[in-house]
């Protein structure tokens, strides 16, 4: 596959492409004769997984140490399932985040859905900015 038909199936830029063979998110790419990126279906496998990777936020550093373990072998299953642990933590703390950010939209939503039937605005919740903590506690008096 070339690099054009591999952005056009992934919907991504050449240069991202390129950036992840160098940076090492995806180990380097066969070329051939005229040097031109043939990719086989191990690299589509590891453009796949970098893609997902990525779209889930793992930064681009956390990525090329999980490839340079796949490229070890074996013996490093251990360090690559406490890794993915680490991105699956840290993923369910912005699923958690985003989950209170949207009770939080949808009440008020909901005030403003009372206020157009009684023509009167009413804020009758606080919301905390820190669930761990109940310091930071916001009334919502504002739009």
Known sequence: MTIK???EKYSISPDTLRYYER????PAVHRTKNNIRDYTEKDI???????????AGVPVEMVVRYMELCQQGDETFMARRDLLREVREDIVKQIEKCQRELERLEYK???????????????????SLEPETDSALC????P
């Open 45 to 55: 496998g590891c453009v796949e997984n970098a893609i997902c990777m990525r779209n």
């Open 139 to 142: 009334r919502e008096n504002t």
């Open 5 to 7: 038909e591999v952005c």
């Open 23 to 26: 940076v090492g998110v995806i």
């Open 109 to 127: 939503i909901e005030r403003y859905e009372a206020a157009v039937e009684t023509g009167e605005l009413v804020w009758d919740r606080t919301f």
